[in-house]
């Protein structure tokens, strides 16, 4: 079955310039993740989306940072406007939740390597 | 708050050498412990896994992880490294009570195996 897909790869921007990146999950996943991975660390959850609700946002940056998935399967995550401290890799992931107390395994993308000039 | 530590940031071994990653958590809960691998230019994937009973886990590409739940530790090994394992292995913790998945990962070690 086909995977995570992300794009772009890779975008370099110049500070205070708008930045979006697509996420399209795994089909039939419900629960989408966008996760920041910031260089020498592991991923760190931003949001997390159970279909089209936002239902874990707390580490995302909100005044600069926001996230849609209109009709729960794509997603995009926006920076507006970005800042050097943005540098780092967005990662997607996505996973079928069944619910009942058991983890559901994430499945991630390659991810988009941001750059902030 | 809860955290993930991994001892080493870089090692570098021969190829043969055995290879060990210490994990240590922070949550004194129930937890779910995973070990997930990033080889050079790919996607993370899953490695291994533990949720309950034996606490030896066995995970693909012959890894295999112990959970030693009075040292909150998830140690990953492997007795004998190749060279096509050269990659990026991350520990990661979800919490017991927390179905949908919060994984918290550790910082990661990079694993050079050299010919």
């Known amino acids: 079955e086909a995977g995570v897909v992300q794009s772009p790869r890779y975008k370099i921007i110049e500070k205070k310039q708008p930045v979006a990146f697509w996420c399209n999950p795994i089909s039939g996943h419900n629960t989408l993740y966008w996760y920041r991975q910031n260089l020498g660390q592991g991923p760190e959850l931003l949001i997390r989306?159970?279909?089209?609700?936002?239902?874990?946002d707390s580490q995302l940056p909100k005044d600069r940072f926001s996230a849609e998935r209109l009709k729960g399967v794509d997603s995009t995550l926006k920076i507006q406007p970005a800042e050097l401290g943005d540098s780092a890799v967005y990662l997607c992931?996505?996973?079928?939740?069944?619910?009942?107390?058991?983890?559901?395994?994430?499945?991630f993308g390659p991810g988009t390597r941001l750059t902030v000039l | 708050a809860q955290s993930v530590s991994q001892h080493n940031h870089h090692v570098i071994l021969s190829e043969a050498a055995s290879l060990e990653l210490g994990c240590n958590y922070s949550y004194g809960g129930t937890v779910n412990l995973f070990w997930y691998v990033q080889y050079p230019g790919q996607h993370l994937q899953l490695l291994l896994k533990?949720?309950?009973?034996?606490?030896l886990v066995k995970g693909i590409k012959g890894f295999e992880a112990e959970f030693i739940k009075s040292k909150f530790s998830f140690n990953l090994r492997k007795p004998s490294v190749q060279w096509s394992d050269t990659a990026e292995y991350f520990c990661a913790v979800v919490r017991g009570t927390d179905s949908w998945g919060k994984l918290q990962f550790g910082a990661g070690t990079q694993v050079v195996v050299t010919p």
């Open positions: 989306y159970e279909n089209e609700e936002a239902v874990d």
């Open positions: 533990y949720f309950s009973g034996d606490p």
């Open positions: 992931a996505s996973s079928l939740a069944i619910g009942g107390g058991s983890y559901n395994e994430q499945f």
